[in-house]
Each structure stands twice: as structure tokens, then as C-alpha cells.
């Protein structure tokens, strides 16, 4: 059965930088494209950021474009999501799933990890 | 960006009950509407995708309905696992991909 493991999570000041981790494993990575989305503490879900299967097609939302960077490793294994200029409204859980579409992007998210958590404070 | 509203925003209900959830899209959203279950302390779960089609492994008391801006969950007769948030998504118009608040669904 598919797995998605996230790392990365922590605490950092506002202006720092985090790089989160998406791990696959049982999955055929690289034929999918891989989301990000977030949770605010108490809040609802925000989608974040997807790159498509063949790592060409990066898409972000508005709120941290210019700041965050989805990536993907030469392997085809691990997706990352490089976080720069973080602010105190970044902090949240931040889970990766994998997009439904195989070799095309569908928007819906099938296979969810458990999360990592983001806390940006001085 | 399409806005998604959810309503009621909470539902107390009782187990064997059936459960009636709502989703408003501000703009037509065709039939590219997914609904997502969520736990405490737990990832997401899809449900339903494109309206009415259940995912993988989701039991036969789940069903969705609607098309264009107005769109509905049905939980047919409540199960105690069943108790959790519930969030619609569209991806008619991406990005961004965009949620609902979601809806608590609260046992009675």
C-alpha cells in the first residue's frame, strides 16, 4: 500500500527557511504528481503547492509564491518543499499526497502523509 | 479563485441517522467537486471525487450528489466512525485548488 512520510517540520523565526520532505515508498513516484497542503491550527485546509509527475510543471498558491519551491530528487522518490522568507502565518501542518492523475495532474489528492509540523515564531 | 462555502458549519446527529452536508461553489465548478473526511490528529481521507464517485475502499452510505455551483454529501444512515470534519475541493479552476471550511459533524 502506498506510503507518504513527511520530515522536516519545526520551529523557526520569521525571515527563516525550512525544507520539508516527502518520502514514497510502495508507489510508482514517478508517474504522479505530488501536492502540498496545509493546516493552520485550529483552520481548515489550504492547498499550497503541486509539481506534476515529470517534475516540469510547478504550481503554487498565491500566498507563498516567490517564497516556496516544490522539488523533486533525481531518484523520483522525495518530493521537498523549500520554505524561505517564513512567516508566522506559514505555521501549520504541512502534509504531502499524491495527486489521483497518473502521468497528468487531476487536482484531486488520493494518499495522504501524516504531516509535519511548521511553527514560525521569534 | 472559486470560493467554496459549507454549510451547516456544525451537525449533531445520532448514530443510524442520516447526514446531509452542503457545498456552494461562487462559480460553476461543472462536476470537479471531491469531498474529504478528517479526523482528529489524522490526515484526510478522499471520499468522493467528481461529485458522486466514491474512492477507493469508502463504504456504500457515502454518496455525493450536485453539479454546477451547488453540491451535497450524504451519509445515509451514521456510523460512530462517521463523527469528524468534512471538507468539499474543487479543481475546475486551478490553481489554486481551493476548500471549503469544512463541516463538523458532531454526534448528538
Known amino acids: 500500500q502506498v506510503q507518504l512520510v513527511e520530515s522536516g517540520g519545526g520551529v523557526v523565526q520569521p525571515g527563516g527557511s525550512l525544507r520539508l520532505s516527502c518520502a514514497a515508498s510502495?508507489?510508482?513516484?514517478?508517474?504522479?504528481?505530488i501536492h502540498w497542503v496545509r493546516q493552520a491550527p485550529g483552520k481548515g485546509l489550504e492547498w499550497v503547492a503541486v509539481?506534476?509527475?515529470?517534475?516540469?510543471?510547478?504550481h503554487y498558491a498565491d500566498s507563498v509564491k516567490g517564497r516556496f519551491t516544490i522539488s523533486r530528487d533525481t531518484s523520483q522518490t522525495t518530493l521537498y518543499l523549500q520554505m524561505n522568507s517564513l512567516r508566522a502565518e506559514d505555521t501549520a501542518v504541512y502534509y504531502c499526497?499524491?495527486?489521483?492523475?497518473?502521468?497528468?495532474?487531476?487536482?484531486?489528492?488520493?494518499?495522504w502523509g501524516q504531516g509535519t509540523t511548521v511553527t514560525v515564531s521569534s | 479563485e472559486i470560493v467554496l462555502t459549507q454549510s451547516p458549519a456544525t451537525l449533531s446527529l445520532s448514530p443510524g441517522e442520516r447526514a446531509t452536508l452542503s457545498c456552494r461553489a461562487s462559480?460553476?465548478?461543472?462536476?470537479?467537486l471531491a469531498w474529504y473526511q478528517q479526523k482528529p490528529g489524522q490526515a484526510p481521507r478522499l471520499l468522493i471525487y467528481?461529485?458522486?464517485n466514491r474512492a477507493t475502499g469508502i463504504p456504500a452510505r457515502f454518496s455525493g450528489s450536485g453539479s454546477g455551483t451547488d453540491f451535497t454529501l450524504t451519509i445515509s444512515s451514521l456510523e460512530p466512525e462517521d463523527f469528524a470534519v468534512y471538507y468539499c475541493?474543487?479543481?475546475?479552476?486551478?490553481?489554486?485548488?481551493?476548500f471549503g471550511q469544512g463541516t463538523r459533524l458532531e454526534m448528538k
Open positions: 467528481d461529485t458522486s
Open positions: 510502495r508507489f510508482t513516484f514517478s508517474t504522479y504528481g
Open positions: 509539481l506534476s509527475y515529470d517534475g516540469n510543471y510547478p
Open positions: 475541493q474543487q479543481r475546475s479552476s486551478w490553481p489554486p485548488i481551493t
Open positions: 499526497a499524491t495527486d489521483q492523475g497518473r502521468y497528468f495532474l487531476s487536482g484531486d489528492m488520493d494518499v
Open positions: 462559480q460553476s465548478v461543472s462536476s470537479y
